[in-house]
């Protein structure tokens, strides 16, 4: 854990903890999850493999976590990154294509090669971002908005416009390998999620992004290197986004440029947000990040668990955001706070907003 | 003020294309003017990308019978971009107000479901029609509580309103379903002709529609007091600015996501009327043709900054470049790099034009 999460001694600082409307989701999730099906919450290990539904959710939250990171970071310095899709695309389309066409992709340094490619390739990508924001100051939204147009067609002209499959069981364990038992990608989801959590919580660098996400401006004349910072987390966040894509199309071996990170920026945006970080910038939650990749996860599952038409996913999520968000607003926590009447306040709240406009 | 902007590219304009050139020469005169003014130079950033593809379009595109530029050409653009007009222009309260709305693409494909639906259980057209437009503004509303009320980001009440929107139409349905209503039919191949054989041109009811909602947005946003509260909204202060001047922000700011969301919900009657059919995929990714379009048309995505008009010349812009694309005959995916590439080229040159306000 990091510095985020303080020692709660009074029910209400657990109730205004940033993370607890998060994890309670959470948990009421897997609870609801497992009263509906019973097997849900076991955890067995099968041929020294870690196997169950809960390993599952895990195995694929990875995807969301990686991209969610990343986008963590840049949120945390007033930005954001529309392309993490497209670069999700775009790396795997690159790391298919050079593993087929080397002709020889059982080998592992032909699939090393292959991943060191795409991730190079996605961090060309978050340059080009951290060139536009930082360099020409153009807005991020519509900075990386470039990418989320044009990346796809990127991807696709990488693949020249077909789906590239190919064989590669050195790649291919990236998404569907274990290790010492516990799958890749949470291997992988964990030693980058470590790395990052060192990386701003254990120097300077976290202090350094929320100052800039504070105010640009003062921390630049406070001696913060500013453009650098930004410049640092698009790559950052673009490489991220690549290593994202290469663990999810891993299983299948299939680059289907159009289809692969659909939708994924947004879904990091939500993962993002959901885990406690304001879009405003300045101030972030790694360890909400991962709960909010896990909510999402969970989510895409429990559709199935409860039997609904995997059409309502969709309702599901925006529900469930819906209510994070809602429980979340600082205008429940001062009606619950002030008048001990929770929840029915909130749905007639508007007499106090005069005073608001008055003062 | 603007309003010679619009005349000069006369696509509702009832005369052949050979009355353009003096209203060029007026337009080219009144943008001169406008030249000392800085508030305009990203719209007229605008304009004079839209001029230079034009021309380019005019050398490359041209045959001795016909020329590129021509009532055609804009009749052509309008019937197939109307619905993305109306859209973009809901899209630019929000933005000069200082928010966003992500919703738009969904609540597209939900309305045009819902009256899919509706003509199938067999009710009356006009019903139908209402009860579409109504679902936007409903999601819209919902936002609007959201973002006003609960305090919720924008950025984000507006993506559950997208996710809402969707999760709903694929609740909805999943295949395409075709409208055979015959009145819904009779509205959709409505138009009216004008002009000879070779050089014949429409104007349909999307486009009627699409220009009346025009009209009322320019004459809301440019000339009553709840305009001037958007842009005071979208001054960065919270609305404090606005709420000294004596305007009342607070309402305002949950209204613009109310006609954000009514303007996608007659969208989506447009785009079911220019697909003959409901379908939940439709409209994905149509939120950011549309916020792309409003950003291209000058306005900041900061908020505070932005013109109608100018919104009216990005979706022409926008659609412009996708003709250019067809025209080339490009393979599907460099039509998405080409369309990127112009967007950065544009992006760079208002920034230019921008920094040399400063």
Known sequence: MTGTVQTPSFVSRVVHHHLFWPVVALVALWIACGVVSPGFLDVKVVDGHLFGQLVDITRNSVTFLLLALGMCLVIATGGIDLSVGAVMAISLAVALTYIDNSGNGESATVALTAVAIALGVAAVVGAFNGFLIAGLGIQPFIATMIILVAGRGIALAFTGGQITTTHSAPFKSIGSGFVLGIPTPVVIGAVVFAIVAL??????????????GINRTASHMAGVRSRNITWLVYILCGTLAGLAGLVYGAPTMAADANNIGQLMELNAIMAVVIGGTKLDGGKFSLAGTIVGALILTTLDRAVIIFHLPSESKDLFKAIVVIAICIAGSERLRDSIGLRRRPRLDSS???????AEVAA | MTAQTVSGHAPTDHTPHDADDPRWKQAGRAAWGRLSDRRY????????????LLVVGQLRYSTDDRSFISARLFSNLFIDNSYLLVLAIGMTFVIISGGIDLSVGGVVALVGLVVAKLLLAGLPLPVVLVVGVLVGTAIGSLIGVMVQYFRIQPFIASLA??????????????????????????????????GERPDIWYINLSMIVAFVVLLIAVYLLHYTRSGRTVYGLGAGDGGQAAALMGLRPGATKMWVYVISGTCAG??????????????????VGME??????????????????GYVLGTFAGVTLYGLIL????????????????????????????????????
């Open chain 2, 41 to 52: 130079l990203p719209t007229f950033g605008t304009l004079a990308t839209l001029a230079i």
């Open chain 2, 266 to 283: 007659i969208g989506g009657i447009l785009f079911a009327l220019y697909t003959k059919s409901g379908y939940n995929l439709s409209g």
């Open chain 2, 161 to 194: 309103g997208l996710f809402l929107a969707r999760g709903l139409a694929n609740m909805l349905g999943t295949t395409s379903i075709g409208i055979k209503d015959e009145g819904f039919a009779s509205l959709a191949s409505w138009k009216l002709k004008f």
């Open chain 1, 199 to 212: 990386l701003v919580r254990k120097t300077a660098l976290g202090m350094l992004l929320e100052s800039v």
């Open chain 2, 288 to 305: 950011l043709d549309a916020i792309a379009s409003v950003v291209i048309g000058g306005a900041l995505l900061t908020g505070g900054v």
């Open chain 2, 323 to 358: 003709i250019v694309c067809t025209r080339e005959g490009l393979d599907p995916w460099w039509n998405r790099i080409l369309i990127g590439a112009i967007l950065l080229g544009f992006v760079l040159l208002q920034r230019v034009l921008v920094a040399k306000r400063r």
């Open chain 1, 348 to 354: 007639t709240p508007a007499p106090k907003k005069t």
